[in-house]
């Protein structure tokens, strides 16, 4: 599974953006998916996960009510609604897939990741 984030770009505090990931793959409907995010010198955190159908979703308690995690298997994408955002949430923005399908928040158990893309929100 190859794994390609965009949707990144600079946007004032409480505006929108919406990233997505686009997997290749015909097994894509059977990963769980998640989404990570690193900041200048911390460490890479967990933002969201999806379960392989879309039945169950998860979410970092500093995003939670902001974010929406949501997956098109026909699309073979997954997409990163993000709300009402923040300075704090500047950094680069991962997507993950795991094949076991289930939701995990740990990067270590995420078998592919894409590139990153940036997120930047001015105060």
């Known amino acids: 599974v190859q794994l390609q984030a965009s949707g990144g770009g600079l946007v004032q505090a409480g505006g929108s953006l919406r990233l997505s990931c686009a997997a290749s793959?015909?097994?894509?409907?059977?990963?769980?998916m998640g989404w990570f995010r690193q900041a200048p010198g911390k460490e890479r955190e967990f933002v969201a996960a999806?379960?392989?159908?879309?039945?169950?979703?998860y979410y970092a308690d500093s995003v939670k009510g902001r974010f929406t995690i949501s997956r098109d298997n026909a699309k073979n994408t997954v997409y990163l609604q993000m709300n009402s955002l923040k300075p704090e949430d500047t950094a680069v923005y991962y997507c993950?897939?795991?094949?076991?399908?289930?939701?995990?928040?740990?990067?270590?158990?995420?078998?592919?990741w894409g590139q990153g893309t940036l997120v930047t929100v001015s105060s």
């Open positions: 999806i379960s392989w159908n879309g039945g169950s979703t």
């Open positions: 793959g015909r097994t894509f409907s059977s990963y769980g």
């Open positions: 993950a897939a795991d094949w076991l399908g289930v939701i995990t928040t740990r990067g270590g158990e995420y078998d592919y």
